[in-house]
C-alpha cells in the first residue's frame, strides 16, 4: 500500500501583529457545550484538490509551502484560540478541576508530507475509501483533553501524484463544526490575498446570567477516566450519493406515508438509512436501536440569540430510539416522523435547559458510550457545511474526507455533494454490514453516481 512520506513538520504561530483585532485577549473560558467533548477525538477533514499548472498560478511560482504557512499564521491572528493550549486549574476548596483556553500562542501543528504515488481518482472513485485516508491527517490518535501540551490544531499537506489534500485537525472541545469550516474557509480567503476575512469570528462565550464561571467539574486530573483506551475496530468505509432528484422522492414518500407535510428532506435520507442499517445488521425484532444527532442552538436560540460568528461549540447530541420490529415494519415514513418529533422538541427553552442541567451536574460523553453497540447510528457533520467555497488561490476542492476520530460501526458523517441540493453519506460499519448495505436493493435504489 502507498505510504505517506513526511517531509517536515513544524509549530505555526500567529503574527503576533499589534494591531490584531483579538490582541487583548488571552483567556477563554469553556462552556457545557465545549467541556462535554473533553474525552472525544478531534474533528478530522480534509479537501482534495486539482493540481494546478504552475505557469498559470502565481502561488506555485514561489515557494506553496511558505505561502500556505505565512497564510495560516495570519490566519491565526483572527483565530488566535487555536494557536493556544487549553489550562486546568485545580480548586482545592471543592476539589474540582476547571478548565480554560489559554491564547499564549504556543502554535499550531504544520505538517508537510508527500504520497507521490497516490492519485485525486483512487481517493474520490474508488468504491471503498482508501485505508491511506487516515494517514493524511494530522494529529492522529490524540484525545481533546490532550491539548494541555498539544496542538489545539493542526493541518497537514500533502502532495499527491495530480493534486493536494489538505488535512485539517480542529480540537472539538474549541470548536463545532461551523467553527471548523468557518476557520477553513478564512484560511482560504487569506490564501487569496485577503487581507481581512469576511466574518469574524466572535470569540468571548456564551454563558447565561447568574451562572458560576468557570464550571468546575467533580474530577482529579489522576483520574480513572482520562487513561480510559478506545480500541477501534476493523471498520470499512464507502462514500454514498444522493442526487437531489433522489433526496425529494424519499422526502415525498415519507411525507405521503404520514400523510402530513411537515417531514424534511434530511429526515426523510436518514430515516432511510437508519431503517437499512437496521436491516442489515439482522437484529431481532425486540431489539432497541438508536439514532444520535447533533442538535445546533445557533437557530433555535432567541432570548439572546447567539451572535453571527459565534466561535465556539453550540451543539448537543439527542438520540431517537425505536425497536428494530417498529423501524422496518412501520416504514420510511414513521421512521422519520419519529426523527422529526425530537427536532422540533428541541426549542430554545429545551436548549437552555440542557446546558443549565449539564452545568449543573457535568457529564463527559465518552466515546465508547456514544459509539459502542451493534444497534447505534451516529450521526455527524452537516450538508449545509460550507466546504467548496473554499478555495486557496488555485481552484475549489473537488472532495472532502474524514479521518477516523470518533468512528465506529455505525458512524455517518454528512457532506453537502459537488451539485446543488446533493448530499454525500461518509458511512463507517463493521465489513459484514457494509456489504450488506451495498446489496440491499432498496437502499441503493435511492443511491446515485453522481
Request: include cysteine; aromatic fraction near 10%; hydrophobic fraction near 40%.
Amino acid at each position: 500500500m502507498e505510504q505517506v512520506q513526511i517531509i517536515s513538520t513544524c509549530l505555526v504561530r500567529a503574527t503576533s501583529n499589534e494591531s490584531s483585532l483579538h490582541k487583548n485577549i488571552s483567556k477563554i473560558e469553556m462552556t457545557p457545550w465545549d467541556l462535554q467533548f473533553l474525552l472525544f477525538d478531534p474533528n478530522q477533514k480534509g479537501l482534495l484538490f486539482h493540481k494546478p499548472k504552475e505557469e498559470n498560478n502565481n502561488i506555485f511560482k514561489s515557494s506553496f509551502i511558505d505561502h500556505l504557512k505565512k497564510s495560516l499564521s495570519h490566519t491565526l491572528d483572527f483565530f488566535p484560540l487555536l494557536a493556544g493550549r487549553f489550562s486546568i486549574v485545580e480548586n482545592t476548596n471543592d476539589g474540582t478541576i476547571s478548565w480554560f483556553i489559554n491564547c499564549n500562542n504556543a502554535g499550531v501543528e504544520f505538517t508537510h508530507a508527500r504520497a507521490p504515488n497516490l492519485t485525486v481518482s483512487v481517493i474520490l472513485d474508488s468504491t471503498r475509501i482508501p485505508l491511506i485516508v487516515p494517514s493524511l491527517f494530522p494529529l492522529n490518535n490524540t484525545q481533546n483533553f490532550e491539548s494541555v501540551t498539544k496542538p489545539l490544531l493542526g493541518v497537514q499537506i500533502t502532495e499527491l501524484f495530480d493534486g493536494f489534500f489538505i488535512g485539517c485537525t480542529i480540537n472539538h472541545s474549541v470548536g463545532d463544526g461551523t467553527c471548523f469550516w468557518h476557520f477553513f474557509n478564512s484560511w482560504s480567503e487569506i490564501s487569496r490575498g485577503y487581507e481581512v476575512i469576511s466574518k469574524i469570528p466572535i470569540l468571548k462565550r456564551y454563558f447565561p446570567e447568574k451562572m458560576n464561571v468557570p464550571i468546575h467539574l467533580p474530577l482529579k486530573l489522576d483520574d480513572d477516566i482520562f487513561f480510559e483506551t478506545f480500541k477501534l475496530p476493523l471498520l470499512l468505509e464507502r462514500v454514498f450519493h444522493l442526487s437531489k432528484e433522489s433526496i425529494a422522492k424519499l422526502k415525498a414518500k415519507a411525507n405521503l406515508e404520514m400523510g402530513v407535510k411537515l417531514i424534511s428532506s434530511l429526515q426523510a435520507y436518514l430515516a432511510h438509512i437508519w431503517r437499512a442499517v437496521t436491516r442489515c445488521r439482522k437484529l431481532g425484532a425486540g431489539e432497541v436501536v438508536v439514532i444520535s444527532l447533533v442538535i445546533g442552538a445557533r437557530s433555535r436560540l432567541n432570548n439572546p440569540p447567539l451572535p453571527e460568528g459565534y466561535f465556539g461549540n453550540a451543539i448537543h447530541i439527542k438520540k431517537v430510539k425505536a425497536t428494530a420490529g417498529e423501524l422496518l415494519e412501520n416504514g420510511l415514513g414513521w421512521a422519520a416522523m419519529q426523527i422529526h418529533k425530537m427536532v422540533i422538541s428541541q426549542n430554545s427553552e429545551e436548549v437552555m435547559n440542557m446546558y443549565k442541567d449539564w452545568a449543573e451536574n457535568p457529564i463527559l460523553i465518552s466515546k465508547a458510550s456514544l459509539y459502542m453497540g451493534s444497534t447505534k447510528l451516529a450521526i455527524g457533520s452537516s450538508p449545509r457545511d460550507t466546504i467548496y467555497c473554499t478555495d486557496f488561490g488555485w481552484g475549489k476542492p473537488i472532495g472532502v474526507r474524514s479521518g477516523m476520530p470518533n468512528k465506529s460501526d455505525g458512524k455517518i458523517t454528512l457532506f453537502p455533494g459537488t451539485k446543488e441540493g446533493s448530499v454525500d453519506m461518509e458511512v463507517s460499519l463493521f465489513p459484514k454490514t457494509l456489504q450488506a448495505l451495498e446489496n440491499d436493493q432498496e437502499f441503493m435504489e435511492a443511491i446515485t453516481k453522481t
